[in-house]
């Protein structure tokens, strides 16, 4: 009895002119990327039928390019986007010589993987309240021998790291609760909606970690937090009235808002 023969493999054209009737602005990059991590014909038929069903490339991919880093992205785990650099920088800028590195909200553990990566040996904890993204930030620490703890903020971390933290970085869900429906579909639909929902005007979780920062917190330390444009001033209010000394830094280039406060010496 004969065997059923495999279908063709895709053209790299052929993948270009699904991903571009699936609406792919980038349809071009996109297939490149996609041909170059598939490993097997029916591979690569499968990533494309998920991509052009929706699917963020990312999760298509299994990894996002970040800071320098591939961060593997597993599916129901929130994306690490290309602006969120602009907080990696903005910590290592504010603080070069921290020895202790807590990622709160880290989704993928991206911003803990290339803090670690590029400040050398540093004791490194990332915490989220969801499994899934615990998981898949573990897998991203690993090389920096990193330990990640399922939680609610602050309640997840080991208590010896009050007041030894030089860098919390917290990616806090920012999008105001009305304004979510709003989301592209790929985030909408495939991201967990804990990681997006900010809450009525979008800094609910902000304001709990700006509340708790400074207890955790070295002298000197800093913690950070992604926001938007419009919510840049009252998150910088949230932070002073945590007692933080506090800035707001923005790249027009990445269109990122962050804030900064320190915990003085």
Do not use: K
């Not at 052929?14 to 980038?26: E, H, Q, T, Y």
């Not at 071009?28 to 996609?34: H, P, R, T, V, W």
């Not at 994306?79 to 602009?86: G, I, K, L, S």
């Not at 009305?178 to 809450?199: F, I, T």
Request: aromatic share 4%; with cysteine.
């Amino acid at each position: 009895m004969s065997s059923v023969p495999s279908p063709p493999p895709l053209s790299a054209s052929a993948v270009v002119s699904a991903l571009r009737a699936a609406g792919c602005v980038f349809a071009e990059d996109e297939a490149e990327l996609i041909l170059g991590t598939a490993r097997t014909p029916a591979e690569l038929a499968s990533m494309v039928d998920r991509r052009t069903a929706g699917l963020p490339l990312e999760q298509v991919l299994g990894w996002a390019l970040f800071h320098g880093l591939r961060i593997a992205v597993e599916p129901g785990v929130f994306v690490p986007r290309r602006r969120t650099e602009f907080l990696v920088d903005q910590a290592l800028t504010q603080a070069p010589d921290a020895t202790v590195v807590v990622d709160l909200c880290c989704g993928s553990g991206a911003l803990g993987a290339a803090l670690a990566d590029a400040l050398g040996p540093v004791e490194v904890h990332a915490a989220d309240i969801d499994p899934a993204a615990v998981r898949c930030a573990r897998r991203n620490l690993a090389p920096y021998e990193g330990r990640s703890h399922v939680g609610d903020l602050f309640d997840a971390l080991p208590p010896a790291l009050r007041g030894r933290i030089g860098i919390l970085t917290a990616n806090v869900p920012y999008v105001p609760s009305a304004e979510v429906q709003l989301l592209p579909a790929e985030a909408r639909d495939h991201e967990p909606p804990a990681a997006l929902d900010g809450g009525a005007d979008g800094l609910d979780v902000l304001r709990r970690v700006a509340a708790g920062a400074p207890g955790w917190l070295a002298p000197g330390g800093v913690v950070l937090a992604e926001t938007s444009e419009r919510q840049a001033p009252a998150a910088l209010r949230a932070f002073t009235d945590a007692g933080l000394t506090a800035r707001t830094a923005a790249s027009e280039e990445l269109y990122a808002h962050v804030v900064i406060g320190v915990r003085e010496r």
